[in-house]
């Protein structure tokens, strides 16, 4: 038997029962089954209902750091699809403004980057990619920052893309409609306040940290009572033992596992959301969130960078937390990223850190 829920005023004139769908004949069984846009609208994807709408837009150069620079290939990529609900900054002061619901279709950042030759221009000074980032840019001088990580070190690494495509997601029961994109779109699935989708990007630029770390490699203990955060404005905080965030705690169990020796251990880590102690000593603006880096090092001048969105504008509650260990000898200060399926961003020793942001 064939369960519908609905009634097909679509197909041939034709009544079923809307709750057993006991009446629907097989020829209009098959039409379904046969029929690919009333399948769309119909099936039990709430996604697809709409056909997807083609964006125009040539594939963006890439640059920066690296031995082949030249424009991006695609076309042996395989496609990805994320869904966002597009939350967009207060033109003035007035509030957020929501534009639509889409399933976007594309190609993801980290499948276009991940054939590029990394040539770091510190490479003397820190050979690792933990600290590379990359700028995305249209050529009305929109831009976008996002780490390296957030490409290749999380567990949602296709979530950014440049999309192609575009469906957009209606409700079923409202006449609520909004307009579609029309050219290609950069798209940060993951972020709550829309700041890094930026409209037919043309230039992908891959670059390393540029502030120097102080320490030497294998330093040990790594301890340090303090982390120095130098910001925007020559403004510059101290984090020490007198940090509280209301008492806020998040908990992550953690099967650890880097990508260089595997797993490490089985753990549990308890800490303060990074982006509420951020959020206590600096003022963040929207530029800062579609802009705006922090990389934080230890003594040992090993170092990690976060884009500013993916601390503070995340919309799937992986928290980057921040340990204080005050026992540990390769505390005090920890940083752990919630979202990360390789351990390769988890600080120990956290000494010293950076806000830059991207011009």
């Given at each position: 038997m064939f369960i519908l829920l609905f009634s097909f005023t679509?197909?041939?004139?034709?009544?079923?029962?809307?709750i057993s769908g006991e009446t629907l004949k097989p020829e209009y069984l098959q039409n379904y089954l046969d029929n690919p846009v009333i399948r769309a609208q119909y099936n039990n994807d709430p996604y697809d209902n709409d056909r997807a709408v083609k964006l125009k837009g040539n594939m963006p150069y890439v640059s920066g750091e690296i031995l082949n620079h030249g424009q991006a290939y695609v076309d042996k990529l395989l496609k990805r699809t994320v869904v966002v609900k597009e939350y967009f900054p207060a033109k003035r002061n007035g509030k957020p403004e929501f534009r639509g619901a889409f399933q976007y279709i594309g190609y993801s950042l980290s499948d276009i980057v991940k054939d590029y030759v990394v040539s770091k221009y510190n490479?003397?000074?820190?050979?690792?990619?933990?600290?590379?980032?990359?700028?995305?840019e249209n050529d009305r001088g929109n831009r976008a920052v996002f780490?390296?990580?957030?490409?290749?070190?999380?567990?949602?690494?296709?979530?950014?893309?440049?999309?192609?495509?575009?469906?957009?997601?209606?409700?079923?029961?409202?006449?609520?409609?909004?307009?579609?994109?029309?050219?290609?779109?950069?798209?940060?699935?993951?972020?709550?306040?829309?700041v890094r989708n930026i409209d037919q990007p043309s230039k992908i630029i891959i670059r390393?940290?540029?502030?120097?770390?102080?320490?030497?490699?294998?330093?040990?203990?790594?301890?340090?009572?303090?982390?120095?955060?130098?910001?925007?404005?020559?403004?510059?905080?101290?984090i020490d033992n007198?940090?509280?965030?209301?008492?806020?705690?998040?908990?992550?169990?953690?099967?650890?596992?880097?990508?260089?020796?595997?797993?490490r251990s089985i753990d549990n880590y308890t800490g303060v959301p990074l982006a509420e102690v951020l959020r206590q000593?600096?003022?963040?603006?929207?530029?800062?969130?579609?802009?705006?880096?922090?990389?934080?090092?230890?003594?040992?001048?090993?170092?990690?960078?976060?884009?500013l969105s993916e601390i503070l504008n995340r919309t799937d509650m992986a928290e980057v937390i921040l340990l204080d260990e005050p026992d540990d000898e390769d505390g005090r200060f920890m940083v752990h990223p919630g979202i990360d399926?390789?351990?390769?961003?988890?600080?120990?020793?956290?000494?010293l850190a950076y806000i830059i942001l991207i011009e």
């Open positions: 679509c197909l041939p004139a034709q009544d079923p029962d809307v490479k003397g000074e820190f050979g690792l990619t933990s600290d590379i980032f990359v700028i995305v780490s390296w990580g957030e490409l290749f070190f999380t567990t949602h690494n296709h979530d950014i893309i440049l999309a192609t495509h575009v469906q957009p997601i209606f409700p079923v029961a409202s006449d609520e409609k909004w307009t579609l994109p029309e050219k290609t779109r950069l798209v940060a699935s993951n972020d709550y306040i829309t390393s940290f540029p502030q120097s770390f102080p320490g030497s490699r294998g330093l040990r203990p790594l301890f340090s009572p303090e982390i120095e955060i130098r910001g925007p404005g020559n403004k510059t905080t101290v007198s940090m509280t965030v209301n008492d806020l705690r998040v908990s992550h169990d953690l099967v650890f596992f880097g990508m260089h020796k595997g797993l000593r600096f003022s963040f603006t929207n530029d800062d969130l579609a802009r705006g880096m922090i990389a934080i090092g230890a003594k040992d001048a090993y170092r990690v960078v976060f884009s399926f390789f351990a390769d961003r988890h600080l120990k020793g956290a000494k």
